[in-house]
Every structure is written in C-alpha cells, then in structure tokens.
C-alpha cells in the first residue's frame, strides 16, 4: 500500500538553529500538507500545498516556516529560528483528491527543541 | 465554544463490547467527516470517512453522522485488544480540523 515517507523519525536541534523536515508524498497525489501535534494535543493544521504554491495556512504558520517541494517527489517544511514550543510531532500527508477527502499520513518526525 | 468537541476518555472496555466514540462540531460548513486511528507515537490512520449526514459500516465499523444535530460517532463492534488505539475525529472544510481524541483500551 503507498506509503507516505517522512525523514528524520527524530530530530533534536538547538534553539534559533534551522531545521528541515523531509516528506516523500505518495507519487499520484496533488495536495500536501503538514500539521503538528503537540505532547498531549490536538493535531493542528499547518499549511496546504497545491500546484506549487501554498493555499491556505494557518496562524501557527507564520514567517518562520516555509514549505517547498524541490524536486517533483519531496516536500520540505522549514522552520527558519527554532523556537522551544516549535518542540512537536511534525506530519507530512499527502491526498489525491479534493481537499475535503481524507488523507493518508506519514509516521511523523519528532522535533525536539532544546 | 471550541470548534470539535471530543471526550478525551480514557474509555476501557472489556474484550468483545461495543464501543461508541462520538463528537460534536460547531461548524455547520463542515461537509466530510473522518474517523482516525492514532497509535501512540505514529501519524493518524485513517478509518472512515463520510460525507454529509448518513451512516457507512465497514466491517466492524459503523460511522454515524447527524448534521441536524452536529453531532459524529463511531461504532465498533466486538472490540479487540488491538482496537487499544486513540480515536480522532476529523472534519473538513478546506482543511481538516481535529478533535483531542479519545483513548480507547480494550481489556482481554
């Protein structure tokens, strides 16, 4: 079954540092986005990505983060000056569908600030 | 008041009860409605799906939706140890908002 593909599963980084997280989308689909869940609450809406440019984010995603899809196959989300309470379960998915469908997920990367 | 509202639980069980998850929602633009499983650690997994009011089984899942009343649940019938999971309740405008979950735990 695809499988949607995140890298690193864990990553510590010091405060202000720059942190990349990596996602491989399952190779049909046209939508990406990332969400966050931290310890203990909801998972949160970040960004969604759609024809090379971003269509909608959320106030969570301010001028600290970007997203990027490099190379047809990766999509990237950049926090630029890491912040502790940036400390989260990042998750990458991905949809072949409209919006409104449900979407298949990646395991996630745990960004720890420190 | 908050935009989905979900009972976090715990809810324990024994092996082989039914188990109803619900949520409400005040959102009345809100037209697909999800059920994810999350296990502890791990992206959510989706389960179900609908759209619009109406239910939809899929083996020992039944969802439920009742717009009328904002109000989504999720059934499980005979539960099983490896049904022990968190249980998110999803739905979608132009993205998906998400409920705090509920901690299921069925007892053998």
């Known amino acids: 079954e695809p499988e949607v593909t995140q890298t690193p599963s864990h990553q510590v980084t010091q405060m202000g540092q720059e942190v990349i997280l990596r996602c491989v989308p399952i190779s049909n689909h046209l939508y990406f986005y990332w969400y966050r869940q931290i310890l203990g609450q909801k998972v949160e809406f970040l960004v969604s990505f759609y024809n090379n440019e971003i269509s909608e984010k959320s106030e969570i995603f301010d001028d600290q983060f970007s997203v990027e899809r490099p190379d047809g196959s990766n999509f990237t989300l950049k926090i630029r000056s890491t912040k502790l309470e940036d400390s989260a379960m990042y998750f990458c998915?991905?949809?072949?569908?409209?919006?409104?469908?449900?979407?298949?997920f990646g395991s996630g990367t745990r960004l720890t600030v420190v | 008041q908050k935009e989905v509202e979900q009972d976090p639980g715990p809810l324990s069980v024994p092996e082989g009860a039914i188990v109803s998850l619900n949520c409400t929602y005040s959102?009345?633009?809100?037209?697909?409605f999800m059920w994810y499983r999350q296990y502890s650690r791990k992206g959510p997994e989706l389960l179900m799906y609908?759209?619009?009011?109406g239910n939809k089984e899929d083996g020992r899942f039944t969802a439920q939706v009742d717009k009328s009343s904002k109000y989504i649940s999720l059934f499980i019938r005979d539960s099983q140890p490896s049904d022990s999971a968190t249980y998110l309740c999803a739905m979608s405008d132009h993205k998906l908002v998400f409920g705090a979950g509920t901690i299921l735990r069925v007892k053998s």
């Open positions: 609908t759209y619009s009011s």
């Open positions: 959102n009345s633009a809100f037209q697909y």
């Open positions: 998915a991905s949809s072949g569908e409209t919006l409104n469908y449900g979407y298949t």
